[in-house]
């Protein structure tokens, strides 16, 4: 365990995919991009949705398929392959059908997003289930740490990049070259860490007859675990920034006159305050302080919503997008890493998946923030995020790392 070679194509994944995925990053470019082609607030928080998380359900199936492999990588390459077509599709179709055809041009994007994201729900397992193999529990959350900072320096790259693109090519030209640029950006990311070296794993349960009597295990676990229950309400409230996080961006261009460049100079301080603060994010995981560094970002979430009230000014808006991108980290570090240090390693796709099932329910607060926004307003969506996040910062405080 803890082979630097491995730590290294670690990181080299996560720089390689920031880089891809930034240049539709689902708080700031993508409702950009939805709207631009006639989507409205609902269409903006399901594409969000999309983006964020894979498929709820398959990663339960996936897990339930995946508990009995004793190797896990093969499949994941498979996943990356899909992950890159849809991407390098989406470019394609922006390209192809653009402002001619604006209704077949959002359901391409909605298509390769759910593409991308339905793979993802198959991935998640397998990648977390490597990780744990080849990591040791310190190590692993110290490799994540450095792999989200490097993720946070090509995110840096890839909103600068992203943002010259936006100011030198007319849209919708600029967001399909965006697209297809880095689908290959992205591939390097898959291919370093599809060649990790991935030991065989020793105690692997005997899986269920059927996916329904899996289910039925897998809620008795969830019933039986107490600890476990609140670390998935916690971490599920802990994602109802997102109610607000995708709006935030166009509460902005009604205030304040977003260009190409403004929207980099938003994006660069997400990716700097991302990367700068996976150095405390790495401090405090090398002494196993998972627990602390959750309560310190959802803290973080609350003062950067809290700031939306304001607005009305770029570094207002740049302040919150630092904040949230330092807090989106750290709150992934401290979730991915306390559920693997809870699950007994037999059980633990099965751990992984529960809570990544419920959890990532929560991707779906965007699609609930663009319905409150269809017949409310900024200050009622604000104010209900707050409350929401709130509850989870209690529940963060009876968590044990």
């Not at 995925?21 to 689902?26: D, H, K, Q, R």
């Not at 570094?315 to 890493?337: P, Q, T």
Request: a positive charge; hydrophobic letters at 50%; aromatic letters at 16%.
């Amino acid at each position: 365990m803890d082979k630097k070679l491995n730590h290294y194509k670690n990181v080299l994944h996560g720089f390689f995919l920031s880089i891809g995925t930034t240049i539709a990053e689902p708080h700031t470019i993508l409702p950009l991009i939805v709207t631009h082609f006639g989507g409205g607030a609902i269409l903006v928080g399901l594409y969000s949705a999309l983006l964020k998380g894979g498929v709820v359900l398959i990663q339960l199936y996936a897990a339930f398929r995946a508990q009995s492999y004793p190797y896990m990588l093969k499949y994941l390459r498979r996943v990356f392959l899909v992950r890159f077509i849809a991407w390098f599709f989406i470019g394609v179709s922006i390209i192809l059908f653009g402002d001619e055809y604006k209704e077949i041009t959002l359901f391409c994007i909605g298509l390769g997003l759910f593409a991308f994201s339905f793979s993802a729900g198959f991935g998640t397992i397998y990648f977390k289930e490597i990780t744990a193999k080849i990591f040791t529990h310190k190590f692993r959350g110290k490799t994540m740490a450095i792999r989200q900072f490097f993720a946070g320096f090509g995110a840096l790259l890839s909103g600068a990049g992203a943002g010259y693109i936006l100011s030198t090519f007319e849209a919708p030209l600029s967001y399909g070259i965006l697209f297809i640029i880095s689908t290959f950006l992205m591939g390097f990311g898959y291919l370093a860490f599809g060649l990790v070296e991935e030991p065989i794993k020793e105690e692997v349960p005997k899986k269920e007859k059927s996916f329904g009597l899996f289910l039925k295990n897998a809620y008795e676990i969830l019933q039986n675990d107490k600890l476990f229950q609140v670390q998935i309400f916690t971490f599920f409230f802990a994602s109802s920034y997102l109610l607000s996080l995708p709006f935030i961006i166009i509460d902005a261009q009604n205030s304040i006159d977003l260009g190409g460049k403004e929207i980099g100079l938003i994006i660069t301080a997400q990716m700097v305050g991302a990367m700068l603060s996976n150095i405390i994010w790495g401090k405090l995981s090398s002494l196993g302080f998972y627990k602390r560094i959750s309560n310190i970002t959802i803290l973080m979430f609350f003062f950067a919503i809290s700031l939306a009230f304001v607005g009305g000014s770029i570094w207002i808006y740049m302040g919150i997008f630092f904040i949230v991108g330092a807090a989106i980290d750290g709150n992934r570090l401290a979730s991915e890493n306390l559920i693997i240090y809870i699950a007994p390693q037999e059980r633990r796709p099965v751990y992984i998946a529960l809570q990544n099932n419920i959890v990532s329910i929560g991707i779906f607060f965007s699609i609930l923030g663009g319905l409150i926004l269809s017949f409310s307003n900024y200050t009622v969506l604000y104010t209900l995020t707050l409350f929401l996040l709130l509850g989870a910062f209690l529940g963060s405080l009876k968590l044990k790392d």
